[in-house]
Nanobody
């Protein structure tokens, strides 16, 4: 069964850090475009960061540049998002997603259930 399971969300104060994980099962992440998306209350889902399967390049939303880092551990078949210097506006449900042989503009077909990140003082 193909599955993506996120973890690592929680409540953190502004300026704090969190590390999100996305464990893949039923398939290997190698060969997939993989990324993190988020959806805040009342807003549309937006891309946060992505690793392309075509050339391994990474992209970040402007809001994430310099603060967030996307990475993978192929041995653990897991995707990570290290988030530093968190801001109130980073509060959202964070989702990981994957798409076979895609680049970061692909229509992602596999999605996790999401993990809540709340930044609050």
């Amino acid at each position: 069964q193909v599955q993506l399971v996120e973890s690592g969300g929680g409540l953190v104060q502004p300026g704090g850090s969190l590390r999100l994980s996305c464990a893949a099962s039923g398939f290997t992440l190698d060969g997939y475009a993989i990324g993190w998306f988020r959806q805040a209350p009342g807003k549309e889902r937006e891309g946060v960061s992505c690793i392309s399967s075509t050339d391994g390049s990474t992209i970040y939303a402007d809001s994430a540049k310099g603060r967030f880092t996307i990475s993978t551990d192929n041995a653990k078949n897991t995707l990570f998002l290290q988030m530093n210097s968190l801001k109130l506006e980073d509060t959202a449900i964070y989702y990981c997603a994957a798409e076979w042989r895609g680049d970061c503009s692909a229509d992602f077909g596999f999605w996790g259930q999401g993990t809540q990140v709340t930044v609050s003082s």
